[in-house]
């Protein structure tokens, strides 16, 4: 598979993720379960932004680590904030 389309499917996966989580937020009956879903989705989408788009895939660990940490991170703190 060529780096061309390579980048084309894992954009498709972008795509069908970010659709799919549109879809299953639709109904607006939040549970803690769909929450962890969506987070887990959205870590999914960021960890390849970060390696495939942000090109970081061969940088120095301490970067890598940063940008990956991230989102993780974020969606802990957003799972706690909505269990209390």
């Given at each position: 598979m060529t780096d061309r389309y390579k980048l084309t499917g894992l954009w498709l996966l972008l795509l069908l993720l970010t659709v799919a989580m549109a879809q299953l937020t639709e109904p607006y009956q939040v549970t803690f379960g769909l929450v962890i879903i969506v987070l887990l989705g959205s870590v999914i989408k960021a960890a390849v932004l970060v390696e495939y788009f942000m090109g970081l895939k061969q940088a120095p660990l301490l970067w890598r680590g940063l940008m990956l940490a991230?989102?993780?991170?974020?969606?802990?703190?957003?799972?706690l904030t909505y269990v209390f």
């Open positions: 991230y989102v993780p991170v974020l969606a802990i703190c957003i799972s």
